[in-house]
């Protein structure tokens, strides 16, 4: 599986979210412990203490009753030690019905002996209704009396038993609570440092790369276009590294056909236009390289000065590129600034040819406004050849020479360039503005 970024984010959070959930689910096992224990001190273990202290009040209000029914012969009493009773028989038989295996054998005597303290105290009534109150007395005193110390002492080990499990349940539950903080503690700082782990991993990860795209995005704001990323990743990041490293490159190729474009006419210049004529050639596809040469150009530029044959140099161009529109522009048209009064146009044949009559058509239309009104009535201008003699020369004209590949002619660009400008001086021969194909000569040049 392809690790991109936010899959990777993905993995440490859910990592993260493991562990936090396991540091939650270990808190609420011991949180359900925690409160088991407290149920049974609660709902148990203090249950039993206060039924054991009140079986004792019972057992206390029995005795008294027994003493007092004894010595004031009242049977008011007599009922009173009964409704004690009750309430007595009533709580052990509550007290069985909890679950304390312990003390089975403690609640079991506990029975008996109330069984045997009752029948004691009917007995005690029968002496009594017998007027024998001597016996009566001595079975209190005796019998009676025991029975009740051992009441008591079942008693009181039921108490000892439900304080002592009340005390080790509280310390149970002391001991749980501070081994669950222990352990959640350990499971919340674990997953702390693991978060903090993988967070520092994958934005290291992450900046790394990143910063080697801002170095060299700045070494390319300074024109360095040779350095690469050299990122091999998988994940969005190397997919980036990969754009820039090709957009580098495109823009290394940019700039240098920017530095070759002419810097008056700011049209691509030789080594775009032997590009654009390669590409072509490997595509074997049928196209015509059009060499525009302006006649006339160098006395005009001895007469009116080097700055406003510039000018005429850009105009040409201007004149170029809005014959090309005029004509609809394709995407696939070319122009290029070979130097000087040399200009080039690449585009499909038929399609070339149309823009160079276009061209011819409307060049000295354009031209005859950078001549003054005197040399443009003359239609020509004075000047010296290149033997230094004077002479007339006509007004600038254009000249257009167009050679035509099908695939097959050509080998590279300097066959094909050389092969236009021959057809050139042909045509420059001619006079005026005119255009000249190749394929339209008799004999090959």
């Known amino acids: 599986m392809k690790l991109t970024i936010s899959r990777k984010l993905l993995l440490s959070y859910l990592a993260m979210a493991f562990l936090t959930i396991l540091a939650s689910a270990y808190a609420v096992y011991r949180l359900q412990s925690l409160e088991e224990l407290a149920y049974n001190i609660i709902n148990q273990e203090t249950a039993l203490l206060e039924k054991s202290k009140k079986l004792m009040d019972l057992l206390i209000a029995q005795e008294s009753a027994e003493k007092k029914f004894i010595i004031l012969e009242d049977t008011s009493f007599q009922k009173l030690f009964q409704t004690r009773g009750d309430e007595f028989a009533g709580i052990l038989r509550e007290l069985s019905d909890l679950s304390f295996p312990q003390l089975t054998g403690a609640i079991s005597q506990l029975k008996r002996l109330h069984m045997d303290y009752k029948k004691v105290f009917l007995r005690e009534i029968a002496l009594m209704q017998d007027n024998r109150m001597e016996q009566a007395i001595a079975l209190s005193n005796g019998e009676a009396k025991k029975i009740a110390e051992?009441?008591?002492?079942?008693?009181?080990?039921?108490?000892?038993?439900?304080?002592g499990n009340i005390n080790i349940q509280v310390k149970l539950m002391?001991?749980?609570?501070?081994?669950?903080?222990?352990?959640?503690?350990?499971?919340?700082?674990?997953?702390?440092?693991?978060?903090t782990a993988l967070a520092f991993i994958i934005t290291s990860n992450i900046s790394r790369p990143l910063q080697k795209l801002k170095k060299a995005t700045e070494l390319i704001a300074d024109g360095k276009y040779d350095g690469t990323l050299n990122v091999k990743r998988k994940d969005e990041i190397g997919a980036l590294a990969q754009a820039?490293?090709?957009?580098?490159?495109?823009?290394?190729?940019?700039?240098?056909?920017?530095?070759?474009?002419?810097?008056?006419?700011?049209?691509?210049?030789?080594?775009?236009?032997?590009?654009?004529?390669?590409?072509?050639?490997?595509?074997?596809?049928?196209?015509?390289?059009?060499?525009?040469?302006?006649?006339?150009?160098?006395?005009?530029?001895?007469?009116?000065?080097?700055?406003?044959?510039?000018?005429?140099?850009?105009e040409v161009a201007k004149i170029l590129v809005a014959e090309m529109k005029e004509t609809g522009h394709h995407e696939d048209d070319f122009i290029g600034h070979i130097g000087g009064d040399d200009f080039v146009i690449i585009a499909e044949p038929r399609r070339a040819e149309n823009l160079c009559r276009q061209i011819v058509s409307d060049f000295d239309r354009h031209i005859t406004k950078y001549?003054?009104?005197?040399?443009?009535?003359?239609?020509?201008?004075?000047?010296?050849?290149?033997?230094?003699?004077?002479?007339?020369?006509?007004?600038?004209?254009?000249t257009i020479a167009i050679v035509t590949d099908d695939g097959t002619r050509f080998q590279n660009p300097l066959d094909m360039a050389k092969a236009a400008a021959e057809l050139k001086e042909y045509a420059k021969a001619l006079p005026g503005s005119n255009y000249v194909k190749q394929e339209d000569l008799e004999q090959p040049l």
């Open 150 to 163: 051992d009441m008591s002492s079942c008693i009181r080990t039921i108490q000892k038993e439900a304080q």
């Open 371 to 398: 001549y003054t009104e005197k040399d443009r009535k003359s239609g020509f201008i004075r000047g010296k050849d290149r033997s230094g003699m004077p002479r007339q020369f006509p007004l600038i004209t254009v």
């Open 244 to 314: 820039f490293d090709s957009m580098a490159e495109r823009l290394k190729v940019l700039e240098a056909l920017h530095l070759d474009a002419s810097p008056l006419t700011g049209l691509p210049g030789n080594l775009a236009i032997e590009k654009e004529i390669k590409r072509r050639l490997a595509g074997k596809e049928s196209f015509s390289l059009c060499h525009v040469d302006l006649d006339n150009f160098k006395p005009f530029a001895d007469r009116y000065g080097y700055a406003w044959g510039s000018e005429v140099i850009k």
């Open 174 to 195: 002391r001991t749980q609570v501070i081994r669950a903080f222990h352990a959640t503690f350990l499971l919340s700082a674990l997953s702390l440092m693991i978060g």
